[in-house]
Each structure stands twice: as C-alpha cells, then as structure tokens.
Nanobody, 126 residues
Framework: QVQPVESGGGLVQAGGSLRLSCAASGRTFGTYAMGWFRQAPGKEREFVAAISWSGASTAYADSVKGRFTISRDNAENTMYLQMYSLEPEDTAVYYC???????????????????WGQGTQVTVSS
C-alpha cells in the first residue's frame, strides 16, 4: 500500500510558478506509478500528468504540456509537480494518486487509480 499526502499549494499570480510535492509512506513507493489530477469547482476530476514507477516515462495533459514537469525521487518517497507559467484556468484542487497494483503502468483516467491524497489547493489570480 501507499498513502499519498500532497503539499505546496497556494495563491500565485498568473505567470508565476509553484512546486507541488506528494510524499508517500511505506517502503514500496518506488514500485508504484504515480499521477497528478486536478478538480476545479463544478468540473470533473481531470488528468494532469503521470510518471512510471522508475521515473523513466512520463505523460502530460495537452493543457499543461510544456508548462508542467512531473518528477520523482524514490529514495525520498516523494513525487513532484513543477508548474510554470500558471494561468487562472489552472486553479483547482490538485491530487496525487497511485494505482492499485505495484509495477503497473499509468493511465489518464481517475478510475485507474486507487490510492488518493487529500488534495492541495492551487489558486492562480489574473
């Protein structure tokens, strides 16, 4: 099992940057693919980025490609989302998640993930 905990959210002006962290307990963090999702008020939860358990492979939503970077440090049991050139449309609660199985691939649907953090609010002012 892995229990993710997000941090690093906050209020930032448009064009600014933030780095989100996702820390996970347990010694198996490095065996899980991980993903970032976000949910704005009144909208469905949407895929942002994902990274393989080794960190060798990543994927991004088109809306964040070129602005966000996902990475992980398995020795520190932590995953990151570096966000640049933030836009008001990026305002949402950001969640990190892991699939049910170790050594599995990552997907872009929330239904493919089993372990979820509590979320961290990101607000981008115009």
């Amino acid at each position: 099992q892995v229990q993710p905990v997000e941090s690093g959210g906050g209020l930032v002006q448009a064009g600014g940057s933030l780095r989100l962290s996702c820390a996970a307990s347990g010694r198996t963090f490095g065996t899980y693919a991980m993903g970032w999702f976000r949910q704005a008020p009144g909208k469905e939860r949407e895929f942002v980025a994902a990274i393989s358990w080794s960190g060798a492979s990543t994927a991004y939503a088109d809306s964040v490609k070129g602005r966000f970077t996902i990475s992980r440090d398995n020795a520190e049991n932590t995953m990151y989302l570096q966000m640049y050139s933030l836009e008001p449309e990026d305002t949402a609660v950001y969640y990190c998640a892991a699939p049910r199985l170790r050594y599995s691939g990552y997907g872009e649907s929330p239904s493919e993930y089993h372990y979820w953090g509590q979320g961290t609010q990101v607000t981008v002012s115009s």
